[in-house]
Nanobody
Framework: QVQLVESGGALVQPGQTLRLSCTAS????????LCWFRQAPGKEREWVTF????????NYADSVTGRFAISTDNAKNTVCLQLNDRKPDDTTVYYC????????????????WGQGTQVTVSS
């Protein structure tokens, strides 16, 4: 059974660094591509970033390129997202999932989601 547990969200000031974590189980973590998504109230869930399980190459949505950084710790089955230079639009709930690139977009592999972790950027 796939389980995804996100943590690390907080209310932060614009200059503070924030690091989100997602611990996963129930699938081959080290060989999997992994994504972070985010969803604001009333909006569709959007893809944020991807990291390859084969060669750790990364890809980012234009809105976060140069500001966010994804990484993995295979020993802990954890994927992290560091948020730098946050903007008010980054205020939302963040989720992780195994990711797949197909038809020009990244999509979640599993229909099961964790509870997410709330990030709030104060103005």
């Amino acid at each position: 059974q796939v389980q995804l547990v996100e943590s690390g969200g907080a209310l932060v000031q614009p200059g503070q660094t924030l690091r989100l974590s997602c611990t996963a189980s129930g699938f081959d973590f080290s060989g999997s591509g992994l994504c972070w998504f985010r969803q604001a109230p009333g909006k569709e869930r959007e893809w944020v970033t991807f990291i390859s399980g084969i060669d750790t190459t990364t890809n980012y949505a234009d809105s976060v390129t140069g500001r966010f950084a994804i990484s993995t710790d295979n020993a802990k089955n954890t994927v992290c997202l560091q948020l730098n230079d946050r903007k008010p639009d980054d205020t939302t709930v963040y989720y992780c999932n195994r990711g797949l690139y197909s038809s020009g977009r990244y999509s979640p592999v599993y229909g099961t989601w964790g509870q997410g972790t709330q990030v709030t950027v104060s103005s």
